[in-house]
């Protein structure tokens, strides 16, 4: 008999036809120690890229400044704490902007920037591997037009630029986050001049890891051009290891998001032990510039490893590195025998990425141990060639 619910059953059945259908599992951190369900894994799956998030420094001023729980409040009710102010002002600073504006979660910010700014009269050019809060933002933005160039192609992005006389936005990433690969934002940034575009830069995986050294600043400091970037968009959950997103800009546009962008002003304020916790965190890294330098030599020395293994690894210079497999039930099986052997690397499967091109994601934490690093380097030559990737 027919049901209210038939399409909800047959989705979900479709999804594991697909192997794509996922799963919750329940997890436990205790000290360095991830486990999930009753196993203790080594996690390379965390956007924790420096260790942060058990920082000892940053969990003491969380315990000693933790007065409140939630502001239980919009910013622009009762919810202006002031340390979000102090928060705000090191970012600014930080991305080298004269503002910058803290949202609940990245994702959040990528919606309430890309909503508030553009009009009927915006076309919107996005690249194609953008992550999906973009993609979201995009959907929901009054922009009549998006176009999709393809994957850090500039060629094609220019083409796409000179075929219109519409007002543009150009939006992409500075450190992708399922090829780990790197926007070529110094060129990127000339040809958003050359055709007075807006320039949107989600630089989630890259802030806080890129930059010149010791002062972490993300890709447009890599590439020197900081101020050449409209609109910087970043997570505090990834490598600064705590939780939130933020934009830096200039006056003007943190004063339109203040006044427009709905996911910011209908929307709760982050707590303030959390701004704290993320004050901390920056003080720490500008104290310790070696981190950066000692996580970059981690990263080399393991893309090498899996390079001399034969992986196809795409076109990764970062942190996260991606074992191309395309085939779903393949990834699956890889990722849950690696789970056997105590390594946890997610299959990365449709939508996050195309069908058929299913991946383990693999993100490097600058506290993983070299010895840890060697397993893990074993057990993937074992299971490569088990599945014939290598
Ligand atoms: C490129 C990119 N932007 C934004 C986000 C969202 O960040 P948050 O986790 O703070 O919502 C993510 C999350 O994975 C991301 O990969």
Redesign the pocket.
């Known amino acids: 008999m027919a049901s209210k619910y038939d399409h909800i059953i047959d989705q979900l059945q479709e999804y594991r036809e697909k192997n794509i259908y996922r799963e919750l599992l329940p997890s436990q951190i205790k000290g360095n120690i991830f486990y999930l369900g009753k196993k203790k894994v080594l996690n390379l799956c965390s956007?924790d890229y420096l260790g942060l998030s058990q920082n000892n420094s940053v969990l003491s001023t969380i315990r000693n400044s933790l007065r409140q729980v939630s502001p239980c409040s919009s910013r622009l009710v009762s919810g202006n704490n002031i340390n979000i102010i102090r928060l705000e002002k090191i970012l600014a600073t930080h991305r080298s902007s004269e503002n910058a504006l803290v949202y609940p979660?990245?994702?959040?910010?990528?919606l309430g920037v890309i909503t508030a700014i553009s009009s009927s009269e915006h076309i919107i050019f996005s690249d194609s591997l953008?992550?999906s809060?973009?993609i979201d933002a995009c959907r929901l933005a009054k922009s009549n037009k998006i176009k999709i160039f393809r994957h850090n192609d500039l060629d094609h992005l220019e083409k796409l630029l000179k075929s219109t006389k519409a007002k543009k936005i150009i939006v992409t990433?500075g450190i992708f986050?399922m090829d780990g690969d790197m926007v070529r934002l110094d060129l990127l940034a000339e040809m958003a001049k050359k055709h007075d575009s807006i320039l949107i830069l989600?630089d989630?995986?890259s802030d806080f890891v890129f930059g010149k050294f010791g002062n972490y600043g993300g890709i447009p400091e890599y590439f020197g051009v900081e101020n050449d970037v409209d609109i910087h968009?970043s997570?505090?959950?990834?490598a600064i290891g705590c939780?939130?997103?933020y934009v830096a800009s200039s006056n003007l546009i943190t004063d339109l998001l203040i006044n427009k962008s709905r996911q910011f002003i209908y929307t709760s304020a982050i707590p303030e032990h959390l701004c704290l916790a993320v004050i901390t965190a920056i003080s720490f890294l500008k104290k310790n510039k070696n981190i950066q330098k000692e996580f970059f030599i981690k990263i080399k020395w393991f893309i090498n490893q899996l390079n001399q293994l034969g992986f196809d690894l795409g076109a990764t210079s970062s942190q996260i590195i991606p074992i191309i497999i395309g085939d779903e039930k393949i990834a699956l099986d890889f990722s849950r025998d690696l789970f056997k052997n105590g390594i946890f690397i997610q299959a990365i499967r449709y939508p996050t990425v195309s069908l058929g091109k299913a991946r383990l994601r693999i993100s490097l934490n600058a506290s993983i141990k070299q010895s840890h690093l060697c397993y893990v380097i074993k057990c993937l030559d074992k299971l490569g060639k088990k599945y014939y990737l290598i």
């Not at 979660?105 to 990528?110: Q, R």
């Open positions: 956007n979660t990245g994702y959040m910010a990528n953008n992550h809060s973009i990433e986050s989600d989630a995986h968009i997570s505090l959950s990834k939780f939130g997103g």
